[in-house]
């Protein structure tokens, strides 16, 4: 557009050249004497004449004075609409005269029909004031820029009129918008598809159909842009190498306040996997040995196969654990890229060959540590488990980032994680340096909380948490510590934890202070912990009330990564309150208060893939607990409990989606000793319920087992298993992040379990309660990921007295 103005500004001044009788030809050599500029320029004159090579006192050159007259043309701050020259004879020389003559000036700028939108935002978004030079041509690019503006809102329709008002000073630029309204999707339709699921497609699109309300998007031409791209790698990467999906067409309902979009998809053939061969080096100078391991035993590595259907996500799974397999063995800097692709020239079939590029075996020489202004340097250090002369390993690496991550100290408003790590080469290439870098977040938190659920009823209340407490950081002033707790300037730094918490409900209430010191006396690199917590905690029954109210500190020791042991000790005062007459008798010979002292010794084991989301991996523990005898107060008794929870992972679907196992089972037994008669019923163990330690989904809250009075009383014995089979049902396609974020998961279970009144009451104990059902999921994106659980359970075995409840949910959310 810019070089079309430029012609047909050069062929207007040359007309004007023409048509001019009292100019004459100049002749190349003359000398020119003056120059001249003349025109009604919104720019001073000495400016356009700076932006010309001639110069008075020069000789005439036709070439120079062309090229003077384009950079004019081409200079968009002059806007030069026409040039035109006149020559004109003078003693020694000539005289040269440029008539020069430039877009009109806005003056004012106006809108009409902005109703959405901030006309300063408009502004803005053209980078126009007044007194700016403007040309017609950028007047309609501005008109587009505004569209395309809205459009990306959702105002689809949106339309830009522009016209222009002459005044005296310049002219008034007015541009009319028609908004319309926001067009919603309505559907998303693909056609052509043969082999591609439809759903799999939409989910990697950020533009949705309104499968819940929550998932409504508007109609934006720019986010429909990239979805189209992403539809094409992701069906590239499923092995539908020459497949082609466009955007076909865009149908608005009648009211045109909806629209449905209709993607047109062409597969062609699925691509096989052929001949997968590896090689060390590069492509361009590769080796045929490695420095250490063979040929065979990297191919070993590679699950892909001759014959499997080609997918990009399996490929980049085997270049991980080639990677891995290095990493893990100090060759920290080995390149394993994506293997170079050979076709067939006659069938759809793709060979692979692997380079491994290995470099040297990396030491460490020295760990880094920065970006903790405030932090104490040994928070940092203790959860790194590298050290100056040890060999590299990757697996290191990445368990000292997970765990400096866990700990939720270094992160951003979103929560999310900010510790950088990296390795820096150093003048010997043996030796590199472990680089660790975090970024403070905030660590203090004041939470509101409410949640309910059909077995602990509605609750609600507040929190403060305090991550990275220092307990020995004093405020300036007393005045200024509330303050300063939340701001990091007092309370902070010490790797520590505090919590405060009051949350009342109509069943369960409870109000505690917590304090964590991970690192008591500094110890490592098997680190002994110290916590304390006070409590005050009721629960309201149909016939009593029990309170308690007490403390407990606990020692707790890392044994390794996999294991630890604590001891704790526990002094309280339990309250049986509000005990009707038709309470069991177990409960109103107990009204009033018990004083009860205890040593628990618990130990655990957890080894997960992940901690918040385990796809496969082991967690149980086995506790001890002694009360009363040479700790005096009113209790003796002895408690065991085990419990155990492993997920097992049977089947992976082509879109990476784990289906997995959950197995789970709860051990209870209880005895008194001495001198007392029995456990007392705020001590015995209840079975029943979506909740709590044993679980049997299908039957009421606490309603199996032993009653008196038609009320239950539990026992001194219990036990429950479940086999949960979990299936992800939708998920939420992160594009930024390359991420599946699952919302909705579906569970098929089985549950079993009782309780007796005895660890030797065999009759009881063989009095199974058993139930099925099915389950469902929900992690909400809105609300910063808020959890639903629902359960239907149908009871397959019960006995006379037990009560049922088929369906159950819980649901929670702080902010």
Known sequence: ?????????????????????????????????????????????????????????????????????KNLYENDSLRVLAVSREIIKVPGGIKIVIHIKQDDRITEIRFQGVVSEDEEDLRSLMGLRPESIVSQYLISTYADMIK????????????????????????????????????????????GV???????????????????WIFTSSLKSHILQK?????????????????????EEIRLDEDSDGAVIVIRVQEGQRYTIGRIDLLFGTSREPQAKSQEFTREKILELVETKPGDVYRKIRIER??????????????????????????????????????????????VRDVIVAGNKLTKDKV????????PGEVFDTTEINWSKNQLNALQFFVNEQGQPRVYTETRRTEDENYEDFYVEVEEGRTGFFFFTIGASTDGGIFGGTSINKRNFDITDMPSSPLAAPVEFFTNDAFHGGGQSLRLSAMPGTVYSSYDLTFHEPYFFDTQPTPISFTFSAYRRSTDYNEYDIKRMGIAPVLGKRLSREWTVSL????????????????????????????????????????????????????????????????????????????????IPVLETSSGKIHKVILSSNVGWSEEQGAMENVPIFERFFVGGSSGRFPVRGFEWREIGPRQQGEPVGGKFAYTVSAEYMVPLYSYYDSYYDVETPIFRGVIFVDAGTVAPDIYDSRAIGRLRSSYGVGLRITLPVFAGLPIALDYGIPWKDYPGDKRRSFSFSISHWF
């Open 1 to 69: 557009m810019r070089y079309s103005r430029v012609l047909i500004g050069v062929m207007a001044g040359l007309c004007a050249f023409l048509s001019i009788g009292s100019r004459v030809c100049a002749q190349e050599g003359e000398k020119i004497i003056e120059i001249e500029i003349r025109g009604s320029a919104h720019v001073s004159l000495d400016r356009i004449e700076d932006n010309l090579k001639m110069r008075e006192g020069a000789v005439f050159s036709e070439e120079a004075f062309s090229k003077d007259i």
């Open 148 to 191: 395309e503006h809205y459009r990306s809102k959702g105002y689809y329709l949106a339309e830009v009129n522009i016209w222009q008002e002459p005044t005296e000073e310049g002219i008034v630029a007015v541009f009319e918008v028609f908004e319309g309204e926001k067009i919603t999707v309505k559907d998303i339709q693909f056609v």
């Open 194 to 212: 043969q082999q591609l699921e439809p759903g799999e497609l939409e989910k990697r699109m950020e533009t949705s159909d309104p499968t819940l």
């Open 227 to 247: 979805d189209i791209v992403l539809l094409n790698e992701y069906a590239r990467a499923e092995g539908y190498l020459d497949a082609k999906i466009s955007l």
């Open 318 to 363: 085997d270049l991980r654990r080639i990677e891995q397999f290095y990493g893990e063995r100090g060759y920290i800097r080995a390149q394993v890229g994506f293997p170079e692709e050979f076709y067939d020239e006659h069938e759809p079939v793709v060979n692979l060959t692997f380079y491994v590029n290995e470099d040297v075996k990396k030491y």
């Open 380 to 387: 940092i250090r203790r959860e790194i488990t590298l050290y």
């Open 568 to 647: 704790g000790f526990r002094n309280e005062q339990i309250e049986m309150d509000n005990v009707t007459r038709s309470a069991p008798l177990a409960a109103q010979e107990l009204e009033g208060t018990t004083g009860r002292r205890s040593l628990e010794t618990t130990l655990r084991y957890r080894n997960v893939d992940n901690p918040y989301d385990p796809k496969r991996g082991l967690a149980a523990g086995l506790s001890y607990e002694y009360t009363g005898g040479i700790l005096g107060n009113d209790l003796e008794m002895n408690r065991i409990i085990l419990d155990s929870t492993v997920h």
